[in-house]
C-alpha cells in the first residue's frame, strides 16, 4: 500500500507563539465541540454546513463518500485511505477534501477521557467558485484541478476562524448574519493557504467560465445558507 507524502511535522522549527496560538485554539474547539455533542456519533449544528463528531475508542475501517469538506480534528486521530494512498491527520494537521470521493476511514486513536472530536464543515463548490471569481488576487492565479484531497498543517488563523463559527452556536440569533461572513473566510484562508490548488479543484471550471466572461460575471453569486439542511446519504468524518 502506498502511503502519500505527508507534511513534515515542523513543531521543532515553527515559532513557539505560533504553536501555542494553534493549542490555545485546538483546545477550545475541543472543550466546545464536547459541550455539543456529549456523546459518540455525527452531530449537525444550527450552521447546515457544520457538524461534529465524536468516537470514544478507535474504530473499524469504515467504506463510504467523502463529500467536499474542511476535517479539524482537535483530539485524537485518524487515517483516509484513498485507493492505496494513505492521508494520516490529527491535531496538527487537518484534511481537505474538494471533490466526492470514495475512501475507507478509520479512527485511530480515541479514549473514554480523550474521545476523537473532529470540526467537519462542508465545503460547497458554487460558494468557492463565487468566491474565487470575486477575488482577483485568487483568481489571476487560479491553478489546474489538484488530486482534490490533501492534508496540510495547522495554521492559527484558520483555527481562529473555526473557533468563532463554533462560537455562533452559542448565540444562535446571530448565525444569520455572521456565520455566512465567517464561513466566506474560511473558504478564503483555504484557498489562500498550501492547499489552495486542492480546494480550488471541485470550483475550477465553474470559476474559469465566469472569469473568462469578465470580472463582473461572478459579483453577487456567493449563496451560502448557513442553515441549510446538508444530509447526504454517505457522510464520512
Request: include cysteine.
Amino acid at each position: 500500500m502506498e502511503t502519500t507524502p505527508i507534511p513534515p511535522q515542523t513543531s521543532t522549527s515553527a515559532p513557539s507563539g505560533i504553536e501555542s496560538q494553534i493549542e490555545e485554539r485546538r483546545a477550545a474547539l475541543a472543550e466546545a465541540i464536547e459541550r455539543f455533542t456529549g456523546r459518540d456519533g455525527i452531530h449537525d449544528t444550527a450552521i447546515g454546513a457544520l457538524r461534529f463528531s465524536r468516537l470514544s475508542a478507535p474504530s473499524a475501517p469504515m467504506g463510504g463518500l467523502q463529500e467536499p469538506s474542511l476535517c479539524l480534528i482537535v483530539q485524537g486521530s485518524k487515517q483516509t485511505l484513498l485507493g492505496e494512498e494513505v492521508y494520516r491527520y490529527d491535531a496538527s494537521r487537518y484534511l481537505l477534501a474538494s471533490v466526492d470521493l470514495p475512501i475507507t476511514g478509520q479512527v485511530m486513536q480515541a479514549t473514554p477521557d480523550r474521545p476523537y472530536l473532529c470540526f467537519v464543515l462542508k465545503l460547497p463548490p458554487a460558494d468557492i467558485a463565487a468566491l474565487v471569481t470575486q477575488a482577483e488576487e485568487v483568481a489571476a492565479t487560479l491553478p489546474p484541478p489538484s488530486r482534490g484531497i490533501a492534508v496540510s498543517q495547522c495554521d492559527p488563523d484558520l483555527m481562529d476562524a473555526a473557533l468563532r463559527l463554533v462560537r455562533l452556536l452559542d448565540a444562535p440569533q446571530d448565525i444569520p448574519l455572521l456565520a455566512p461572513l465567517i464561513l466566506r473566510e474560511i473558504h478564503y484562508r483555504l484557498l489562500r493557504s498550501e492547499q489552495g490548488a486542492c480546494c480550488a479543484t471541485s470550483a475550477w471550471p465553474t470559476a474559469r467560465g465566469i472569469a473568462s466572461r469578465g470580472p463582473s460575471a461572478g459579483c453577487g453569486r456567493t449563496s451560502i445558507s448557513p442553515c441549510a439542511s446538508t444530509a447526504s446519504p454517505a457522510r464520512c468524518t
